[in-house]
């Protein structure tokens, strides 16, 4: 390493030119590393040293890519497409997911299963197995989303065309990462779902646990805020604008604290045709919003609400001062 | 294809090698890719096959990095700029945006224009003289952005310098490139300029309809959750923090819901010096806020008021349990 | 430059070939290249010509990669990490990452010391000398994350496993970006903390200024919209959810209306073991909020609240109208 701490001088910061990592810096360096070495082996820290290969992000955002090339086919990809060459272009993207989806499936299985030996033929097995079953769902997935892109149009004037949708909308791309990673919440693979659902998080604003129950043509504008919970379940022909909260109530504090609510209901159920407007606040596992219900911006509800309800806040009390108002 | 198939096992995984992709699975495989393509002649899913190439969001996103350092030259290219070699410099980066400019605007619009043949002259001819009029306004942009550079330090007392802003400020980055998508929006091209302002907004948080109008000096605090929608109109000298939206009332469901709203003025007025603090709600196409108001945090209005006055939520009632506390 | 111009047909449009660029566009491409040079001139425009060199935001980031794969081992790099291999592996991060930190701190520096020279020994070698004192910290940075993984853990019911958290929760990636930009903000290195903490703002939409104070185990659930100003003071132990802002009062406006606030205290203080609930407000530079309190979602707070008190809105008054209610 001696060799390669020498010539470390950042040549492009200047001309000037020396070796002036002297002796006393060479050793403060190598100080850190041997305490940074000695570190991974201290109980209270986290690493992933001596375990298996984990997951990907990176591959798994490929994925993410190549999924929204399968399915909206002619948006995202370099060439046109016409339906003569549509088969190869459809098989040779399937394949390349299958075989993606296949080594980051084993991955994540082979992380949870942890066997000493790098070798594991039912982890291989299993991740092909589960990658095929994810593939049949392709079809199913395109139509629901197509569906999707509709609920977009039909809920935004200011949507020109469904192509700027597909494009541009963060609502639909936060649902479509959902739909994805909900399907291997399903079969129960770790990690990659989540890790799927934070890409899209990060990109939209949007954090929809994979977990999460949703039901057709799903409308989310803007976006940015939204947080819908792990055991949440929404209904068919929802709208939910930005900063809705469907939420859990408060965490107890404690060393139990977090662990006693694990798998338990503690998002709210939103029934068919519900509107929830902006920065409104649903919590509980208990709270039913029934179906055809308005929930008005900025609404905080913590208990259920009967069908065809509409709740507003009521009008809020403002203080106006200045030259041409009294008071409001 | 089956020659593709079948050589799939991921060998970074393991050393474990066998031809797994049995019969069985290879014929699964297929399915999918039949089903796909099948659905793509389905009028109820959406695709973009058959048609006109159009833009492509790669591209675009190019476009927006040269544009970010021909408007504020000296700060994100990777060589040092002096006044002597400034030309060189501008005149090469001006002539790629001008070429990558026509022909993203040419694909916009021939994706509209949808000919049947590949070859329409009219769009390649439009693209380029539409890319030439928007260079055309680039010096006018740039004094534009200086000024909203200085509105930033103005308002923000933890800013350092101006090269800061410049750098690291969401909320100019989200102003760059509403002005620039605004330029094409007012020109008519289909597409881009909602591309350009979706993109800002998964990188800042901030989601400014290219549609809006927008005075100079403008400043956006931290910005996270901002709305600023498609027929807003913004004075001279606003400012605006977190959370703030400026939208629209709410749109009824049914076939013509969305469409019948298409097209109006939706989002609220803000005249000249006004301040809007985090989460305020303003909304209505109706709604007018005078110049020199200012609208506190998470104030909810939508009517209009007139100019000079503050408008504050009443202290909020809150319940204190406590120890130390009967109640606040 | 006029070689370059003419041959700039798109032919990847179309097959449409003619050399359309006419003497009237060319000239209309040369005047707007001179405009933008002569603006570079102007005082009132903003530009880093003739300065030196700046820091790179790509280089940062590439800075901000490494250190993530430093303090996390075995997570994010691409090869199986194992104890007999790690000292080669945190090695050469370690000293790319001393490499990379020396040439950008002294860009940062140079950048305010602004000699005329391109030669700065002085700049050079204080960035190495920073680069070290930052390098040394790297075990204690280690160990503060490790503390956070756990408080996220135990702070969030949905939390799967430590791994899930390093993986995927933008909560402790704003918290990794925050101390290492903390740690360089305390040695007054200008420009790059910043340039940090909005990398990070823009992937979570977590705004943790970098001047701000964060003791142990802090967890930040969901994270969107967060917001902590320059001089808030956190203690031990503290949660916060989304949308929390703990901000500055009002800016006054006018000549000195940002620059009187610079560097006083104008955010608030949280005392250990506080946990603030979703969209809740806290304004001030004398608000502390003690020691045990539970804030509310919702909550708007710009006065004191003393220690082992529970603060919530009053059950919000809502309008409730449909076929099944009269009122709520």
């Not at 399968?70 to 088969?87: A, D, K, M, W």
């Not at 934070?198 to 939204?226: K, M, N, Q, R, W």
């Amino acid at each position: 390493m001696s060799d390669g701490i020498k010539p470390l001088l950042a040549d492009s910061i200047c001309e000037y030119k020396e070796d002036v990592l002297i002796p006393v810096q060479e050793e403060r360096l190598r100080t850190v590393v041997q305490e940074m070495v000695h570190s991974c082996r201290e109980a209270s820290t986290v690493d992933n040293v001596g375990a298996a290969l984990i997951p990907s992000k990176d591959e798994i955002i490929r994925i993410l890519n190549i999924l929204q090339d399968v399915l909206f086919p002619g948006y995202f990809g370099r060439q046109e497409l016409n339906h003569s060459t549509l088969e190869y272009h459809l098989g040779h993207e399937v394949v390349e997911l299958f075989e993606l989806l296949s080594a980051q499936i084993s991955r994540s299985i082979r992380h949870e299963c942890r066997r000493t030996d790098s070798l594991c033929v039912q982890c291989v097995n299993k991740g092909r197995e589960e990658a095929l079953i994810f593939c049949e769902k392709l079809p199913a997935l395109r139509r629901a989303l197509a569906n999707d892109v509709r609920a977009h149009y039909d809920g935004d004037p200011a949507a020109k065309s469904l192509d700027e949708i597909v494009f541009s909308y963060p609502g639909l791309y936060a649902i479509f990462v959902y739909r994805v990673a909900h399907e291997l919440f399903l079969r129960k693979i770790p990690l990659m779902p989540r890790i799927m659902t934070e890409h899209a998080h990060s990109l939209t604003g949007i954090d929809i646990h994979p977990g999460a129950t949703i039901g057709t043509d799903f409308f989310i504008d803007h976006g940015t805020g939204v947080v819908i919970g792990e055991t949440t379940d929404i209904g068919d022909r929802v709208r939910i604008y930005q900063g809705v909260t469907l939420g859990a109530l408060s965490v107890p504090r404690g060393s139990e604290g977090g662990n006693e609510l694990r798998g338990r209901k503690r998002h709210p159920t939103i029934q068919d045709d519900v509107t929830i407007y902006a920065q409104a606040t649903i919590l509980g596992g208990q709270t039913v919003i029934g179906a055809r219900c308005i929930i008005g911006g900025n609404v905080w509800l913590t208990a259920s609400v009967p069908p065809d309800t509409t709740v507003l806040i009521e009008a809020p009390r403002h203080v106006f001062k200045g030259e041409n108002h009294e008071r409001g």
